[in-house]
């Protein structure tokens, strides 16, 4: 089996086949394709690796709809339990399988009245749709739906589209949620029943407060005694963070 497109060299199959599964980008994967049609020395141009694009578009669509693309060039129907029988496909004059409807005389380009038909399961579709969502900032499942459906149909899409973004190693980073540390066990002293209030107490400081003396302002901090069992709570205040200070706090509580 060859394929052939205008101007360009005749590849074979199996050598589009294998550098569409090797291709790691879409970019990567024109090149190549490009780089086989295009005479020795020849510049890549824009028309050149849209030719190689199409040439895989239509390796990808004759692997998964072969019968569907047989009838459609015979000009026969296809049939009735072919999973594109509602879309009303159509062989464009470059042998692409497209969308039909009935936007024909509609004021938009061809890509966006007929959408290329792409099989959800084939790997040119899996690198289209990474290089939309790579392209775009990493979008969301429905951001990166809306711009590859400007241009392409993908059987499946929704899923396929939602399948690669959720595969995306940089979104699943950026999105993924904190991972809650393991308690260590609660001590003895916080969870002994039937103890009275303050029987083991936690103790902090708070502030500075701001405090008005005379004519001056002066710093107080706020003694924090709590119980380990009943989280009660007693306040105490100090004039200073020295030992002195917090002795005094403590016997004041006592």
Not at 135 to 147: C, D, M
Not at 179 to 207: H, I, K, W
Not at 211 to 228: A, Q
């Amino acid at each position: 089996v060859v394929a052939t497109e205008a101007g360009a060299s005749s590849l074979p199959t199996p050598t589009i086949c294998n550098i569409i599964e090797s291709s790691t980008t879409l970019s990567a994967l024109k090149r190549s394709v490009a780089g086989l049609n295009a005479a020795p020395g020849e510049e890549l141009t824009p028309s050149l690796l849209r030719a190689g694009l199409d040439c895989c578009i239509k390796m990808a669509q004759k692997s998964a709809y072969a019968s569907e693309i047989n009838a459609l060039a015979k000009g026969n129907q296809i049939g009735r339990d072919s999973p594109l029988r509602k879309l009303s496909p159509f062989l464009d004059p470059d042998g692409l399988l497209r969308v039909g409807g009935c936007l024909q005389h509609a004021t938009m380009n061809e890509d966006a009245k007929h959408p290329v038909i792409l099989p959800f399961h084939h790997k040119l579709t899996r690198l289209i749709i990474v290089n939309t969502h790579e392209s775009r900032f990493h979008a969301s499942t429905e951001r990166t739906l809306y711009e590859v459906s400007a241009t392409y149909w993908i059987v499946r899409g929704r899923r396929t589209v939602r399948q690669v973004v959720n595969s995306c190693l940089d979104c699943r980073k950026r999105h993924a949620r904190p991972l809650a540390p393991e308690m260590a066990p609660l001590p003895a002293c916080r969870v002994t029943p039937f103890q009275p209030p303050f029987s083991n107490v936690g103790v902090d400081y708070f502030g500075p407060l701001h405090v008005p003396v005379k004519r001056s302002t002066e710093k107080r901090y706020g003694v924090l005694f709590t119980c380990l069992v009943t989280r009660a709570v007693h306040l105490e205040l100090a004039n200073t963070q020295d030992t002195d200070s917090c002795l005094m706090a403590w016997r004041r509580f006592v």
